[in-house]
């Protein structure tokens, strides 16, 4: 168990619909970071909070945001979704906000767009 | 821009001894060395990391040479259950930017009786 925790563990909707995602840091870590892994597909880097406050932006659609909220835990909304939206989400966190920090990954939350 | 390139994927039996080499040919001076595991299904784990020379923790070592150009991620007496994928990440220590969060499709290895 890495004290991360994601919810929902399952998600299944239908193409259109928006969805949001949360994740809970492990108690003290101040950064979130956002992954997709679609099957087949590397572990493909979307966002990057710290402390309340975007750092780093990779591969993420604009139909994709996220934030990080006071109590540092983070939200990735998903919009108008597509069936390649399926994949599994991972958030991750970390003490600081550089790039060599170890990342403490949840467990993940499984999209499904039908 | 430090970018990695790894196998894409290994295969070896239990018992043996195996080595993952990632080349990043670009690694700036600040930036460590960090690997990952990841079985299906979950969530990477975090492995080992390094700077330099070499770096031993309870489940590998990390063998970095003095240019820093390569990283060989050494797994000793493999077992079953290191049937997963393993990911070489560059990052430095300056913080900002996504180039040190690219896991990219890492080495799937796999591990025969």
């Known amino acids: 168990d890495s004290g991360v925790t994601q919810t929902p563990k399952h998600l299944i909707t239908a193409t259109g619909q928006r969805v949001t995602l949360r994740c809970s840091p492990r108690?003290?870590?101040?950064?979130v970071y956002w992954y997709q892994q679609s099957l087949d597909q590397g572990l493909q880097f979307l966002i990057h909070?710290?402390?309340?406050?975007?750092?780093a932006k990779g591969n993420i659609l604009e139909r994709f945001s996220a934030q990080q909220f006071p109590d540092l835990h983070s939200e990735l909304n998903l919009s108008s979704l597509e069936l390649g939206d399926s994949a599994l989400y991972f958030c991750a966190s970390s003490v600081a906000a550089t790039q060599r920090e170890t990342q403490y990954f949840g467990p993940g939350t499984r999209l499904l767009v039908l | 821009l430090a970018k990695t390139t790894q196998p894409i994927s290994m295969d070896s039996y239990e018992g043996q001894e195996v080595n993952i080499t990632c080349s990043h040919n670009n690694i700036a001076t600040n930036d460590y060395i960090t690997w990952y595991q990841q079985f299906p299904s979950q969530g990477p784990r975090f492995i080992i990391q390094?700077?330099?020379t070499k770096v031993t923790n309870e489940v590998a070592s990390l063998f970095i040479p003095a240019d820093r150009k390569s990283s060989t991620l050494s797994l000793p007496r493999v077992s079953l259950s290191d049937t997963a994928v393993y990911y070489c990440?560059?990052?430095?220590?300056?913080?900002?930017?996504?180039?040190?969060?690219?896991f990219g499709k890492g080495t799937h290895l796999i591990i025969q009786p």
């Open positions: 390094g700077y330099k």
């Open positions: 990440l560059v990052g430095g220590s300056s913080g900002g930017g996504a180039d040190g969060l690219t």
């Open positions: 909070y710290y402390n309340g406050e975007e750092r």
């Open positions: 108690s003290g870590d101040l950064s």
